[in-house]
């Protein structure tokens, strides 16, 4: 897939957006489209894949001069290949055409240009580890995870 262009901090319309988490079943359509799109303002950093016009992979980063914090990478799901157990584009169980692959290593590479000396993500277990092992990510053990959850679409 080497029509597929991928962008630092591009200029991503709402129905962009909108249209790719509609298209991939990303669970933010529960929110509606004016909640859903809010991320392109508050985000230190989004990583943006096009095929033409279409959005069709978005990473997003949040940076405090230190740390740097993953918030959301999805990937177009006919970008992933085929015999996928979730069907959502929120996760990336396959990264066939390295499409995420090549997000990533941007995504990183942006962070560290920043700044962060510490790069963190939530992945889902037994699904995405292989693309983030291929960036150069670890499990963080011994660390637990703490959160409030009062997502409309949980």
């Known amino acids: 897939m080497k029509d ?3 962008l630092v901090n591009p200029a991503i319309t709402k129905d962009q957006l909108w249209d790719f988490y509609v298209r991939n079943d990303i669970c933010e359509v529960g929110f509606g489209k004016e909640m ?5 303002y508050h985000s230190n950093l989004i990583i943006g894949a096009f095929k033409g016009e279409k959005l069709v992979g978005i990473a997003r980063a949040l ?4 740390s740097g914090v993953i918030m959301e990478f999805c990937l177009e799901l006919e970008m992933q290949g085929d015999n996928l157990k979730y069907n959502n584009g929120s996760l990336i169980e396959k990264d066939t055409f390295k499409i995420g692959k090549r997000m990533g290593d941007i995504l990183v590479n942006e962070l560290k240009k920043m700044g962060a000396t510490f790069i963190s993500l939530y992945i889902a277990q037994d699904c995405e580890e292989d693309l983030y092992h291929s960036l150069g990510f670890i499990e963080n053990t011994g660390h637990l995870v703490f959160y409030l ?3 409309p679409y949980v």
């Open 4 to 6: 597929i262009e991928i």
């Open 63 to 66: 940076f405090d001069g230190l």
């Open 36 to 40: 859903a799109v809010k991320p392109l």
């Open 149 to 151: 959850d009062e997502r």
